[in-house]
């Protein structure tokens, strides 16, 4: 799965002026973050990481996992309308796990109380890797979903404009032509309006929902500036201010500082760390509004690993979609071997089995964020020392993915340029709009390809482990 630029990695020079324009253009396209050094402060940036250069992906997967995108939209909406399902998949893990139990008790509360929003917007992110299984033919298989804060579609709308530069200025033009466009921060801004729109108030404002430490903010900037350029009006706020400042009218309208809020675009919450005792309440209060929350909590349930291994089993997915045989066959086909390790029997034997041969399989907990999963002789060890607790149910287990390593630079600031071998992952972007029953938007909006090199198990371009790349399609 070679892409034409085995001579360029053989000439050091040209490596080294490519690297130099690299930097250039991608701090002229924006493709920036904040320092570790000041990650609240624009006064001091640098460019994002990324590669020299594109990565060769197979056109017949790329358009796969595009072709199938629509249907997850379709999937994760109808996982978080089926409240028997949810409380039925999650149900030993909100025994053991208490992030997903403090999120299953604020939806049950919401659900006990009666839902206030009628409008649902659904921004995720579906992750795959390239399989070169027993016979070395490459397979699309999903990683997982991001059903809440999916990141980086902003800088990646930016990104391939970088490649296509370096492209020409290493003489490669007609490469640089080939080249996708992209610009996922548009289609996801397209569906933040969309459910602005429906929720019918033009006064009301977008509030995205923050993080403390915010060096990802040209990301959102990307998409804030799209709604910006359609009249709608931003805010940005955090957990501690929604405490402080939130407040809930008669018809349940959710109020910030004196304006009526619409749309709580979440980019914070995903995380145990990024809730105390405030802002577990600050929650519940968004949750019980008529805001658009994306995602509402019972979305970000249906993002969870159990609910990911649940789906796997036979006639899951044909329960969730009924009447949509094709669907099913298109979302099975990109499912990796995932595993239960719920107590009892079938648990006992699967915890055996990867104890036994631990290289095979990925050790998953229901967390979302990157740099959480565990590999080889770390799943040896904690599942040794769980396997006899029901806390192994907190985990769930995956097939390893293998896929065909490739050369190429990782470009970081402050880093030596040192060549790679190096394997990517592709995520496409989704946003879906439901009105009631009736679904308004489905769509795959765009795509983000990261890359990172073999020796990181884990992690994602936040977790500083992996860079924004660009497909070359071969």
């Given at each position: 799965m070679a892409a034409p630029w085995e001579d360029v990695l053989r000439d050091e020079t040209a490596v080294q002026d490519a690297a130099r324009v690299a930097v250039d253009a991608a701090l002229l396209a924006g493709v920036l973050m904040r320092t570790e050094g000041e990650p609240n402060a624009s006064d001091v940036v640098n460019y994002a990481p990324f590669t020299l250069l594109p990565s060769a992906v197979p056109r017949a997967l790329f358009e796969q996992a595009y072709a199938v995108q629509q249907d997850f939209n379709l999937l994760v909406d109808a996982i978080s309308q089926n409240k028997e399902f949810l409380e039925r998949t999650l149900a030993s893990t909100i025994k053991v796990d208490d992030f997903i139990a403090r999120l299953f008790r604020i939806y049950m509360q919401v659900l006990e109380e009666g839902l206030a929003q009628s409008v649902f917007l659904g921004i995720n992110r579906s992750d795959y890797m390239f399989d070169?299984?027993?016979?070395?033919?490459?397979?699309?298989?999903?990683?997982?979903?991001?059903?809440?804060?999916?990141?980086?579609?902003?800088?990646?709308?930016?990104?391939?404009?970088?490649?296509?530069?370096?492209?020409?200025?290493?003489?490669?033009?007609?490469?640089?032509?080939?080249?996708?466009?992209?610009?996922?921060?548009?289609?996801?801004?397209?569906?933040?309006?969309k459910a602005w729109e429906l929720y019918g108030s033009p006064s009301a404002v977008v509030m995205f929902l923050v993080e403390e430490v915010q060096r990802n903010i040209f990301d959102q900037r990307c998409v804030e500036n799209e709604l910006w350029n359609r009249n709608i009006r931003v805010i940005r706020r955090r957990f501690r201010d929604v405490f402080e400042k939130g407040s809930l009218d008669d018809a349940r309208r959710l109020y910030m500082d004196g304006q009526e809020v619409a749309v709580v675009y979440y980019r914070e919450g995903y995380v145990p760390k990024n809730y105390d005792q405030q802002n577990w309440e600050a929650r519940l209060l968004l949750e019980r509004s008529r805001a658009v929350k994306c995602p509402d909590i019972a979305t970000q349930l249906a993002g969870t690993k159990k609910v990911q291994q649940e789906l796997s089993q036979p006639g899951t997915l044909e329960r969730l979609l009924p009447g949509r045989a094709e669907a099913v066959a298109r979302i099975r086909a990109t499912f990796a071997g995932l595993y239960s390790l719920d107590v009892g029997e079938e648990g006992d034997k699967i915890a055996a089995m990867a104890i036994t041969d631990p290289d095979r399989f990925v050790l998953k907990p229901q967390r979302e964020g990157g740099g959480n999963n565990l590999y080889g002789e770390e799943l040896r060890q904690v599942l040794e020392k769980i396997r006899d607790s029901p806390e192994r149910t907190s985990y769930i287990l995956m097939d390893k993915i293998k896929p065909q390593p490739a050369m190429n630079y990782l470009l970081r600031a402050h880093s030596p340029l040192q060549v790679s071998e190096c394997i990517s992952e592709l995520g496409i972007f989704g946003v879906y709009v439901r009105q009631g029953k009736e679904m308004v938007m489905n769509e795959a909006t765009g795509h983000l390809l990261r890359t990172k090199a073999i020796e990181h198990a884990d992690g994602g371009v936040a977790a500083g482990v992996a860079v924004l790349d660009t497909p070359y399609l071969v």
């Open positions: 070169c299984g027993v016979d070395g033919t490459p397979a699309l298989k999903q990683i997982e979903i991001n059903t809440i804060a999916a990141s980086f579609g902003g800088l990646t709308s930016r990104t391939a404009a970088v490649h296509g530069q370096v492209l020409k200025v290493l003489g490669k033009s007609k490469e640089a032509s080939r080249l996708l466009p992209n610009n996922p921060s548009k289609g996801l801004a397209l569906g933040i309006a």
